[in-house]
């Protein structure tokens, strides 16, 4: 059985901050590549951050220098720190992950989380 639970969202005022956790269970976490996606009220779902197996980042360019996503292994969880937070970021924010064959390029299948309600108020 694969789960990944998702916490942290909610109501913040523009301009504060929020972190969203995502622990992962029933998968290989450390072959996973994890990234965050959104979709805002109207509109499709969109890659928001990814890391990868080594650590290496990416960000839409709307939330670069303001959100930062992170792993640790050992505790099974990808987060996504989010600052300076604008009523464009309004979304529900899921967890992805990638699963991949060992340490090769193989890819396997993506896991998804529930969602989270992220909400900016102005």
């Known amino acids: 059985q694969v789960q990944l639970v998702e916490s942290g969202g909610g109501l913040v005022q523009a301009g504060g901050s929020l972190r969203l956790s995502c622990a992962a269970s029933g998968i290989i976490f450390s072959r996973s590549v994890m990234a965050w996606y959104r979709q805002p009220p109207t509109k499709q779902r969109e890659l928001v951050a990814t890391i990868s197996r080594g650590g290496s980042t990416n960000y839409v360019d709307s939330a670069k220098d303001r959100f930062t996503i992170s792993r640790d292994n050992a505790k099974n969880t990808v987060y996504l720190q989010m600052n300076s937070l604008k009523p464009e970021d309004t979304a529900v924010y899921y967890c992805?992950?990638?699963?991949?064959?060992?340490?090769?390029?193989?890819?396997?299948?993506?896991?998804w989380g529930q969602g989270t309600q992220v909400t900016v108020s102005s």
């Open positions: 992805n992950a990638q699963t991949y064959l060992g340490d090769s390029n193989l890819k396997l299948r993506d896991y």
